[in-house]
């Protein structure tokens, strides 16, 4: 039976600096060592909790995949092309951040040749430095990967301390970690289990700025609240340009040029109140995910702060109210490179120069960008209206998809459960026709199980408070670990993952009442964020949790595990018998938010109306009258969804043949919500500045790159084509095509080939690849 890959076998140890803080540390390794036959020489690398690596001081890269301890990712990275015959300089620095539950600051690196000898691995006889960053930075526990603010001296960074001969004598040995009984990975706590980077390497490209957004100056005033958050100082609102210099900005928007900062010095003359700092803020024309890096000339001392966000507010560069993503480096003397350790994503970046009467000269200001690397497959011709949609949300998988599936690059960058499971995954089928994504997901998610049975929010970190899980997350992860197997054929994952799945189901079965339908859950009960009751029995909870038994069941039958595929099936029979009876209000005909102490709830909602026809718990006389009152003509006050819970909507309005619509809905919400106000991605709700999930407005703001509103990319394709797999492994598809009012040409992506369907309002034209059965 073929298995996923294990960890290899390591002759370095897991080290760390004895000396370096608890959370936010910042470590400075290095290791020179010998090579004679510079042919095929590898280097395996894994840290705790970021590394940035060098050979004889050429960049190699970053790592590894954010991941929880105990599922340790490592990289290998081939580094023939930079060494020669002679001496090598092995060269890292290495983040702590500390936030995790139970991890713990560790370097893993190891160099082999080609026929197998070790030429250099991390022991307790290499010697490493605290570097100078500061610790006590800003902290934003939303963000699982980069939480902290960047605060680096550059001028106490060691002078060719990345090249060989750099005498490190004076450096202290760092410890070699070990457990109770050996000191040989993969045992080693809390790295229990080695995972070989799974995912291609991300590409990589320079990207200037589009346009300058504001050039002015800014009051140079210290908050002297004493947190060092960069947000303030960078959310400054300025005055035009007087007393500072700014020489050239238009340069900054090309990768060649020089442009000049320069610090106001008039103070000096005793007489005049206050000193000014250039700040300059760059529009890159679209929300994007990279690296900032500025190249400068600077004169020992000058500060630079940069500044991330996705949208402005008012028209001015604000992330003190949220999100306070930021970085700062004070340069050493003569030249400088600044790249964060930590990507970001941003539209505009913001740059603010301290310290600097003397002029800071910027050769280049760039975002050195990182995607995932995704093919463009799948593919929609037709509407400009509907290409446009196509193209914003296909814009948003792939700002969402880096080395994790995230909810948004931005605020959080949290691999969350249920936005990957119920839109992210079908998405990038469709959209990308990519499985290793997907399938890293899977397994990451099903290695954060809980004592309750269900799986945690968030799987590119570890945390043991599970008080406010998502229990309905865990639900739609079923249904993917399921989709997953349709799509790809792979069973890997349904063996796998087939323990992790039982619990969720058993943590279900015992919360099914006499009645037939599932009861109140514990934990966060969420659906979407939407104004929704779900206190006591919650119908589209219960409506998922038919589909969820429907997908486990076809799991076990699988497996062969006639027991499971009965129980489940059971549970799925009794949600469906009992739900008219149960959640349909006699008075409307349209199904209520749940029932709670005996009662109705006041509440309707496009959520357990659409959940009740997506999975089948209605029947179709009242699925064709709730599609009537609540979606095409409605006569019902109801919540409507929103962009997460669209899944649902669509595919109940497709179910039912009513693609005409599904797409008239998606034209009023992304089009009219989304493509008319400009949107190069889609946002987190149908509004960029507040919410009405509690029932009433509630200001704040919600970001601009949000995968779980990504749904068009794959309704666009597989509503328009009508793509249904029957077989696993897209063996089989059905194929109806909607016979619109306009022509369209769309191609969906299968692992067997791409199928391509036609229509001019006449004709359609369907092309499948030759193993693929229509049915």
């Not at 750099?166 to 450096?171: G, K, Q, T």
């Not at 000014?276 to 020992?300: H, K, S, W």
């Not at 997908?551 to 699988?558: D, L």
């Not at 549970?571 to 938010?593: K, W, Y």
Request: charged share 25%; glycine share 8%.
């Amino acid at each position: 039976m073929q298995l996923f890959p294990v960890s290899r076998k390591w002759s370095a140890r897991w080290v760390w600096h004895p000396h370096a803080p608890a959370k936010n540390a910042w470590v400075l390794f290095r290791r020179d060592f010998d090579v004679s036959d510079p042919n095929n020489i590898h280097l395996f690398i894994s840290a705790d909790t970021r590394y940035r690596v060098w050979i004889n001081g050429h960049l190699i890269g970053d790592g590894p995949i954010q991941s929880q301890p105990y599922h340790q990712y490592y990289d290998q990275h081939d580094i023939s092309h930079l060494v020669s015959p002679g001496p090598v300089c092995l060269a890292v620095l290495v983040q702590h951040q500390g936030v995790q539950d139970s991890a713990r600051g560790g370097l893993l690196a190891e160099v082999v040749a080609g026929d197998g000898r070790v030429l250099c691995a991390t022991t307790g006889d290499w010697r490493g430095i605290v570097g100078p960053w500061r610790v006590d930075t800003q902290f934003n526990g939303m963000n699982k990967i980069g939480p902290y603010q960047e605060h680096v001296d550059l001028r106490a960074i060691p002078s060719g301390w990345q090249q060989t001969g750099f005498d490190d004598s004076h450096w202290p040995l760092v410890k070699a970690i070990d457990s109770r009984t050996q000191d040989l990975p993969p045992i080693i706590p809390p790295w229990c289990r080695l995972v070989p980077r799974d995912i291609e390497p991300l590409e990589v490209k320079h990207t200037n700025a589009a346009k300058l957004q504001c050039v002015e100056e800014c009051l140079d005033l210290t908050s002297r609240r004493g947190t060092g958050d960069l947000s303030t100082s960078l959310s400054q609102v300025g005055r035009p340009v007087e007393w500072s210099g700014v020489e050239h900005p238009e340069n900054l928007l090309t990768p060649g040029g020089l442009t000049t900062l320069t610090c106001s010095d008039r103070h000096r003359d005793g007489v005049t109140d206050g000193r000014y700092d250039p700040c300059i803020t760059l529009d890159f024309g679209r929300v994007l995910t990279g690296y900032a890096e500025v190249e400068v000339e600077a004169p020992a001392g000058a500060i630079i702060e940069i500044g991330y966000a996705e949208r402005l507010v008012d028209g001015r560069f604000n992330i003190a109210l949220e999100c306070p993503f930021a970085d700062k480096a004070t340069l050493a003397q003569g030249h400088n490179v600044f790249r964060p350790l930590i990507w970001r994503s941003f539209r505009y970046l913001r740059l603010r120069v301290k310290h600097c009467e003397a002029g800071l000269h910027i050769r280049a200001c760039r975002a050195v960008e990182v995607r995932y690397p995704y093919a463009y497959k799948g593919r929609i011709k037709g509407p400009t209206r509907l290409e446009r949609i196509f193209e914003i949300s296909r814009n948003t998988l792939e700002l969402c998809s880096i080395e994790s599936i995230m909810d948004t690059p931005y605020r959080e960058q949290a691999q969350w459960l249920g936005d990957v499971a119920a839109v992210t995954v079908p998405a990038i089928y469709t959209a990308f026709g990519d499985t290793a994504l997907p399938g890293k997901f899977i397994r990451q998610a099903a290695m954060n199980t809980r004592p309750t049975g269900l799986l945690a929010n968030i799987s590119n970190v570890a945390s043991t408070d599970w008080t406010h899980d998502i229990p309905d997350y865990s639900l739609w992860w079923v249904v993917c670990l399921w989709r997953h197997y349709l799509y790809t054929g792979d069973g890997r994952y349904l063996h796998e993952c087939y323990p992790e799945m039982q619990r969720i189901m058993r943590t279900h079965l015992e919360r099914i009442t006499p009645d037939g339908v599932l009861d109140a859950m514990f934990g966060w009960v969420f659906i979407d964020w939407a104004h929704i009751d779900t206190r006591g029995p919650c119908s589209p909870y219960n409506a998922l949790f038919a589909g969820a038994c429907d997908a486990a069941a076809s799991v076990a039958r699988f497996k062969g595990d006639d027991w499971a595929v009965n129980a489940y099936t059971q549970a799925a029979d009794g949600v469906r018998n009992a739900f008219a009876r149960t959640f349909i209000d006699p008075a409307t005909g349209l199904v209520a938010d749940a029932i709670y102490e005996g009662k109705l709830s006041d509440l309707r909602s496009e959520h357990g109306n659409a959940a009740a026809i997506a999975f089948g718990c209605v029947d179709d006389a009242t699925a064709d009258r709730i599609i009537d009152r609540v979606f095409d003509r409605p006569s019902v006050k109801t919540t409507e969804a929103q962009p997460f819970f669209m899944v649902v909507v669509l595919e109940a309005l497709r179910k039912r043949g009513r693609t005409d619509l599904a797409l008239r809905l998606i034209d009023e919400r992304w089009g009219h919500r989304m493509v008319d106000r400009g949107r190069t991605s889609c946002t987190e709700e149908w509004y960029e500045n507040g919410s009405w999930r509690n029932g009433d407005w509630q200001g704040f703001q919600r970001t601009h790159s949000h995968a779980w509103s990504a749904c068009p990319a794959e309704f666009l394709i597989t509503g328009l084509a009508g793509i249904e797999i029957l077989e696993p492994g897209c063996a089989k598809l059905k194929v109806d095509p909607y016979r619109a009012e306009f022509a369209y040409d769309v191609t969906y992506p299968t692992p067997r080939g791409n199928v391509h369907v036609r229509w001019d309002t006449k004709a359609v034209s369907i092309e499948t690849p030759r193993d693929i059965q229509r049915g």
